[in-house]
């Protein structure tokens, strides 16, 4: 996948390993047999504070770096926490604390969504990320650099091998 001279920057489509971690304690990877994570830079499809980070290394490179929220996936809000009642969940919606749904916006934008309360018809939900508010521990090997195809620069995001996926 990769051009061995090229370095991270905005409009190349870039391919990491990493290890996330929340206070110590690891809550993502993609090390142990999997793919490298593609995305293109520049184009907001990871967290800016590690895109920004990323910038200017290489293929092979290794970096540790630690993430804010507002970095990352921005500080917890509380006015994204509110009351909805029941029936605006599916009838057979399993709605209890811990729950998780996937809600949409006016613009058809997903939003994951918390259950974190239930009183009677009442719930309460949480549509902040659920990592909004934490610092992200991150460390990352560059996989690879290479120059995005037109296509990829037009639609803002890597395409797989055989063309367009979404």
Do not use: C, W
């Amino acid at each position: 996948m990769s051009n061995s001279n090229l370095a991270v920057a905005d409009g190349l489509v870039v391919g990491i390993y990493y290890t996330l971690k929340i206070e110590n304690e690891v809550v993502d990877s993609n090390r142990k047999g999997g793919k490298p994570l593609v995305f293109l830079a520049g184009a907001n499809n990871i967290v800016a504070g590690l895109e920004k980070a990323l910038g200017g290394k290489q293929k092979n490179d290794f970096i540790e770096v630690s993430i804010s929220p507002e970095d990352g996936y921005g500080e917890h809000n509380a006015d994204a926490v509110e009351v909805v009642q029941r029936d605006a969940f599916p009838e057979n919606a399993p709605l209890e604390v811990g729950s998780r749904f996937v809600a949409s916006d006016e613009a058809g934008n997903s939003i994951p969504t918390l259950v974190t309360a239930v009183d009677g018809d009442s719930i309460t939900i949480d549509l902040n990320h659920p990592l909004a508010g934490k610092t992200l521990d991150f460390d990352v090997t560059i996989a690879g650099v290479r120059e995005a195809t037109e296509e990829e620069t037009q639609h803002g995001h890597v395409h797989g091998p055989g063309g367009h996926e979404h």
